[in-house]
């Protein structure tokens, strides 16, 4: 094998602080739980979607290489992950359905700009009936928790492997 020595060579990766499951386990399995409680009246397209975009508003690498992955995996289209962060200018990628998710997502995420708006609530309550409303709020307060663990922690993007955590 032979070696480009002008190749770019990557930065190391930083160390966790902690692997807050190994010390906080019953957290950790309560999450998994409620994790998989918010899936089982939830589209997989639609979690997906939500937990990609929480995790790009909130920095979370370690999620985002997770979700993104796990998307892939799923059958999503490239393109349509690309495009989210900057779904206001790519809204023909998405279903209305899914913006109106996207624009929750956001709404929950970002409460430090205040309630979220009526005109949001009301666009997810006329895509979703009120299981799946229930479980879409949940699922984006869910994906919030595992961000702020993750951030909190400084956990490693980069080795999840699709498919790998079981909820």
């Known amino acids: 094998m032979t070696t480009n020595e002008n190749a770019p060579v990557n930065v190391p990766e930083h160390t966790?602080?902690?692997?807050?499951?190994?010390?906080?386990?019953?957290?950790?399995?309560?999450?998994?739980?409620?994790?998989?409680?918010?899936?089982?009246?939830?589209?997989?397209?639609?979690?997906?979607?939500?937990?990609?975009?929480?995790?790009?508003?909130?920095?979370?690498?370690?999620?985002?290489?997770?979700?993104?992955?796990?998307?892939?995996?799923?059958?999503?289209?490239?393109?349509?992950?690309?495009q989210l962060s900057a779904w206001e200018e790519s809204k023909h990628f998405y279903t209305a359905k899914e913006i109106a998710a996207i624009e929750l997502t956001e709404a929950i995420t970002v409460v430090t700009d205040g309630f979220v708006p009526d005109e949001v609530y009301e666009k997810a309550a006329k895509e979703f009936d009120e299981v799946e409303l229930a479980h879409l709020i949940a699922a984006i307060n869910t994906i919030n928790v595992w961000n702020r663990f993750a951030v909190s922690t400084r956990m490693v993007p980069g080795h999840y492997v699709a498919g790998?955590?079981?909820?």
Request: hydrophobic letters at 45%.
């Open 16 to 82: 966790p602080r902690m692997n807050w499951s190994e010390h906080a386990p019953e957290v950790f399995k309560a999450m998994l739980q409620l994790e998989k409680a918010t899936r089982k009246h939830l589209d997989p397209v639609v979690a997906e979607l939500v937990k990609i975009r929480a995790s790009q508003i909130n920095h979370c690498a370690f999620c985002l290489d997770m979700h993104t992955k796990d998307a892939l995996a799923a059958g999503e289209r490239v393109e349509r992950i690309i």
């Open 164 to 167: 790998s955590i079981k909820h």
